[in-house]
């Protein structure tokens, strides 16, 4: 008998406010007894969801559960500041581009794009939480400028139309001052990223997919040629298990050593009234990645995607252990503040409604770890700071894996490197943290 037992769950700091916005959720359906399944997929996070979906497509009929630690949405799915991004994103580049195989990442990511838009259109998810808006790189600062430059270069080299916008533009659109110049590019979808995983939720429930929330894994066991999945409610017996729990897969056992937990901060406005949206000015809906990877992402949302807000995300912190600390996220949000009136000085000093944390998982050379671990266990994780596109992907990819369908998404994670070990403590946490603060201090502007 093998086995993998979590030896940790995921914990949440500050609301998810992306759920938050929405209407209440359904009851939770937590696991309440012993069951069987034809695939069990651990984790409902886009990731996990897709490859639930993939798996109604691959096999009709098939009996799948979906178990997620908390409430949908609540986890990293609700925390991120939704951009589904079709062009090259590498977050640890200092300009998003130079791999060398963007073009094949622009096809995959536009993959993803694609399951999910016809996932949105099947399931009947609004079209407001589903945005093919677009999206601008916004540069602040001189090296952020370059970076602009530079990446508008290797998209034209790529045949990729982006469009760019001087200080002018970036404020008659924004209302802020603060922005040298943008670079614009079409094929971005913003997403307002907890109605869209309830509507997948909601969309596969009604195919017949078991999801139960408040259900974490505690354990994997291998018995004879199935598994049997443990939680607290009860257990559930399969001949495959997916996992999509993306950092967290390190919680049990898999690529331990080999993969970077951090947390991104953020922190939302509450909904602006029609005075304050006057001073404001600009376009009612839109969003800027910072040209430095390590600058301050920003969103103005709508009465669409749940009120007239201003979203901010930014400062990074390392947590090997995956606990994010309440003085981080204090002093991220103090942090955010002065951004936002840097910003919007003519909106400083307006209180923040929400703020809060949320997980990511790198690896140190770019790679997921989207594979068979063993006879019917498959993993679809680690997606380096791109959750929407790339848990997408590896979402796909773990379901054709599991239900033993080859496509060229499964040949090319089977071609991807291990993710490269770490180096050993205390080196690896003095390293990575003065890394990483010379990076934050480098893009502060932006």
């Not at 050593?257 to 406005?269: E, H, I, N, P």
């Amino acid at each position: 008998m093998t086995g993998y037992r979590a030896r940790r769950l995921p914990v949440q700091l500050g609301p998810a406010a992306w759920n938050a916005l929405l209407p209440a959720a359904p009851a939770v359906q937590p696991l309440e007894r012993d069951t069987t399944a034809d695939f069990v997929v651990v984790g409902a996070g886009f990731a996990g969801l897709s490859a639930a979906r993939r798996l109604t497509q691959l096999q009709p009929g098939a009996r799948i559960l979906v178990l997620e630690a908390g409430r949908l949405a609540e986890g990293a799915a609700g925390r991120n500041s939704g951009f589904m991004i079709d062009l090259p994103h590498d977050l640890q580049s200092a300009d998003y581009a130079g791999a060398d195989d963007d073009r094949a990442w622009i096809a995959r990511n536009r993959q993803a794009i694609g399951f999910a838009a016809e996932a949105a259109e099947e399931y009947g998810i609004d079209r407001n939480f589903f945005d093919r808006a677009g999206k601008i790189n916004g540069a602040a600062s001189a090296a952020a400028q370059a970076h602009n430059d530079s990446y508008a270069r290797h998209l034209a080299a790529l045949g990729e139309h982006c469009e760019k916008l001087d200080a002018q533009e970036m404020r008659a659109l924004t209302g802020s001052p603060h922005y040298r110049s943008g670079l614009f590019s079409p094929g971005t979808v913003m997403l307002q990223p907890a109605g869209y995983i309830r509507g997948l939720a909601r969309g596969l429930r009604a195919a017949g997919v078991m999801i139960h929330e408040a259900s974490p894994a505690q354990a994997l066991t291998r018995q004879g040629p199935d598994w049997q999945v443990t939680t607290p409610g009860g257990r559930v017996s399969t001949a495959r298990v997916i996992l999509t729990v993306n950092g967290h897969l390190e919680s049990f056992g898999v690529a331990r050593g080999r993969l970077m937990q951090l947390f991104l901060y953020a922190v939302m406005t509450p909904e602006l009234d029609a005075e304050t949206l006057a001073r404001l000015g600009g376009a009612p809906r839109w969003g800027i990645t910072p040209a430095d990877p390590m600058g301050t992402t920003v969103r103005r949302i709508d009465s669409g995607q749940g009120g007239n807000r201003l979203l901010l995300r930014s400062c990074a912190t390392l947590r090997p252990d995956m606990r994010p600390r309440r003085r981080d996220l204090a002093r991220a949000a103090a942090v955010m503040r002065r951004k936002f009136a840097q910003r919007f000085p003519q909106l400083a000093g307006l209180r923040m409604e929400h703020a809060w944390a949320g997980p990511l998982c790198l690896s140190l050379n770019g790679v997921s770890v989207t594979r068979e671990i063993e006879a019917g266990l498959v993993s679809g994780c680690v997606q380096n700071g791109l959750g929407t596109a790339r848990g997408t992907l590896t979402g796909i990819a773990a379901a054709e894996l599991a239900a033993g369908v080859p496509s060229p998404l499964t040949d090319f994670f089977a071609t991807e490197a291990a993710p490269r070990r770490l180096p050993p403590q205390p080196l690896r946490q003095l390293g990575a943290k003065a890394l990483l603060r010379l990076r934050v201090w480098r893009a502060r502007a932006d």
